[in-house]
């Protein structure tokens, strides 16, 4: 019933930016977080940033003054801003958000997730 649409990634030199956005469509009650993970070649997937309903931000330390997470209530849109780009940033990226179809009924929903990768 809800759908998780990503956009943006490919490949990107280092130093490089991107712009990933990610919108949920389907029966939304409200979302409260929204995240960006990632998985690289071999790793487990570990969280990138997020971002509370109320717009408070918690950032991965790899991360931290390159990457920035923001939001659109009213699209149901979390975007994230990549700048400075490492190839150590190569990874599948997936979109995460907490959506309530209903008043008490919510639940975690992912992206497919896509490919970012940084070439040295």
């Known amino acids: 019933q809800v759908q998780l649409v990503e956009s943006g990634g490919g490949l990107v030199q280092a130093g490089g930016s991107l712009r990933r956005s990610c919108a949920a469509s389907g029966s939304i009650f409200r979302i409260n977080a929204m995240g960006w993970y990632r998985q690289g070649p071999g790793k487990q997937r570990e969280l990138v940033a997020t971002?509370?309903?109320?717009?408070?931000?918690n950032y991965a330390d790899s991360v931290k003054g390159r990457f920035t997470i923001s939001r659109d209530n009213a699209k149901n849109t979390v975007y994230l801003q990549m700048n400075s780009l490492k190839p150590e940033d190569t990874a599948v990226y997936y979109c995460?958000?907490?959506?309530?179809?209903?008043?008490?009924?919510?639940?975690?929903?992912w992206g497919k997730g896509t490919q970012v990768t940084v070439s040295s």
């Open positions: 971002i509370t309903s109320g717009g408070s931000t």
């Open positions: 995460n958000m907490v959506v309530f179809t209903s008043w008490l009924s919510g639940m975690d929903y």
